[in-house]
């Protein structure tokens, strides 16, 4: 949180202290004169791109969010402050003024946020750049919002099922890891007994493993209601919450344990260049079917060929695969 905080408090300040240099030298020039037009335009653009940058930098994540925020704290410095830069134009220009400012701050916030590799061993940077991150979170965004929306009935009824199906929590909370190898907590439906993690050390699945996760068809720690859950894959939903907190994308290599991480070549970890999601390439081709090693190498194969239309193939065949319900248990 501070981290967040100091994005926005930071980026407002340096974005107001660098137009207050620019201002100060149209404040001597004439404002019809074209230069002292084109001064304070380039002055304000420049502003703005570094107020992105800055605050993608520093926060890390969600940076067009806080770049928004610094941006915001910038104009309300300069409101109540005595120092005017303002130009003649009618409405309609600033307007169309205001869309650049926009679209400035959220290429500006991309580049910081990309540039910010701010966890020990994290691996190379990301290799997308430009509006295909920034639309990506701007579709998470708005698929996990109304998402969580429409579906919080349905949402309230599992809970409700979970609580008389076993005693215990109604959510499940795993560590797991991140874009550039940040930790953060995996929000599901509970679909295990609450000693779950104790009963898995004793079975011999486990003790006989050759994987470094464990699948189990018949799992007897999965009570009857969450092995529904698991089947028609309604135990994810709750990861919409992880997807608007920024940890987490709708399409995405799905999130390791740290164990797992572990057990990753340097070319494996090449997953964490990207936010994890809740489904992804792996997930469609398999699912829960497929080894280890198959795992990470679809993993790659996304990472290597992002586009938006890659990821709404996905989209479209998760709807289908958790119809089907193949590949789950």
Known sequence: MLAKVRAVVESGVIAFLLFSSFALIYQVLDPRNPLAVILLISAHYITVLLCGYWAGWRARVDGWLFSLLGYSLFRLIYYYLPLKATLPFSMSIKLLGFLTILALLMFGAAIGEQRAHYVEGAVAEVNKTGLYPIVKRIADITIASIGLLLLAPIMLTIGIGIKLASPGPIFFHQTRIGQHGRIFKVIKFRTMRTDAERILTSLPEYQN????????????????????????????????????????????????????????TEEQRRRLEVKPGLTGWAQINGRTDISFDELMRMDAEYISNQSFLFDLQILLRTVWKVLIGRGAY
Do not use: A, W, Y
């Not at 009857?224 to 987490?248: A, K, T, V, W, Y």
């Open 209 to 264: 493993r050759t994987e470094p996760f464990v699948k189990l068809r018949e799992d007897p720690r999965v009570f009857p209601f969450g092995r529904f859950l698991r089947l028609s894959s309604l135990d994810e939903l709750p990861q919409l919450i992880n997807i608007m907190l920024g940890d987490m994308s709708i399409i995405g290599p799905r999130p390791l344990i740290p164990s797992e991480i572990e057990h990753c």
